[in-house]
């Protein structure tokens, strides 16, 4: 496997992590640079996606990359059907780094095995989502001023969500105490539990989103029921309106309290939060362009100035 790649937030130790949180500070700072010039990048989407492609794509033109790919595999040669070995060594033969996001859980851990140039995954499966990440942590880090010791409520979708999957992951590091809201058919799967266990993770389980639970987090994170992973439909109509956050629900909550949601929404946050000081989650997906900007100098050996001073909001 290739080294540059990010596959999976576990390949990042704290050390890592921090240093692209202040990467991607010095990002947000200075947004524009001419550091990727002659760089060639490809977005990969086997997916749909708006905000991935679209703020990897944005991170390349503000640094003065390039970029070619596709956001609908429907239109290429994988329709013929080309394997994605194949294609990925045939896009290698164009570009520098590859961010590719697809629905097979390991797809991405597969491309690094048959190319030596980088891979970033943007989304495997149910798997993992490892820039949705850094950028989940660069906004918790804004908000609270620090990434330790907080108490992080997630909400929803905690089977095939996979942005819960690398957050929880990454928090390790971080001495968090994890609520999971999520009903029987939607808990979080075993292996995460026994990840959090290996890691003197600290977890409870509910199924009601209480009064409780929500006024003593400083996160809240909402996800969506991801439709796209039932196999049985009338399963996720069942289950998807089930936990839905209103603003009335915050009147009690922590002044620090945040709201996150990797976005897209559909009924699980009330367009009724959005005035609320404490909804993050279009900023949330604003700072995805700071934190990808410095994921992709990373992953292209391109040294980044840190931002050294603190960085709340
Ligand atoms: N959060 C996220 O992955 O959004 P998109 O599916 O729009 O990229």
Do not use: W
């Amino acid at each position: 496997m290739n080294t540059s790649s990010l596959v999976s937030i576990a390949d990042l130790s704290k050390e890592q992590i921090l240093r692209l949180l202040k990467q991607a500070r010095y990002f947000e700072e200075n947004p524009n640079q001419r550091i990727l010039e002659g760089r060639v990048v490809a977005t990969l989407f086997f997916e749909p996606s708006t905000r991935t492609r679209l703020s990897f794509e944005t991170a390349v033109n503000r640094l003065g990359g390039r970029v070619i790919g596709f956001s609908d595999a429907s239109t290429t040669s994988s329709s013929k059907g080309e394997t994605l070995k194949d294609t990925i060594i045939m896009v290698s033969n164009y570009v520098d780094l590859i961010i590719m996001r697809h629905y097979l859980e390991g797809a991405a851990r597969y491309a690094t095995e048959v190319t030596a140039t980088p891979i970033i995954n943007a989304g495997d499966g149910a798997n993992q989502h490892p820039s949705q990440t850094m950028l989940d942590l660069y906004s918790i880090y804004k908000t609270q001023g620090r990434l330790d010791n907080l108490t992080i409520t997630l909400v929803g979708d905690l089977k095939y969500g996979r942005t819960v999957h690398s957050l929880l992951m990454a928090m390790r590091h971080f001495n968090p105490t994890f609520r999971f809201v999520a009903c029987d058919e939607l808990r979080m799967p075993k292996e995460y539990k026994e990840f959090c266990d290996k890691n003197g993770i600290k977890y409870t389980e509910h199924t009601d989103f209480s009064e409780d639970v929500i006024n003593s987090s400083d996160i809240i994170y909402m996800t969506r029921v991801q439709r796209e992973r039932f196999t049985d439909i009338m399963e996720y109509e069942r289950v998807k309106d089930l936990y839905n956050l209103h603003n009335s629900m915050l009147d009690n909550s922590r002044e620090n309290l945040r709201i996150l949601h990797p976005l897209p929404r559909v009924n699980e946050i009330n367009p009724d939060v959005d005035d609320n000081p404490k909804a993050y989650y279009f900023q949330q997906a604003k700072n995805g362009l700071y934190a990808r900007q410095a994921l992709i100098c990373n992953a292209l050996g391109i040294d980044v100035p840190l931002y050294e001073k603190p960085f709340n909001e």
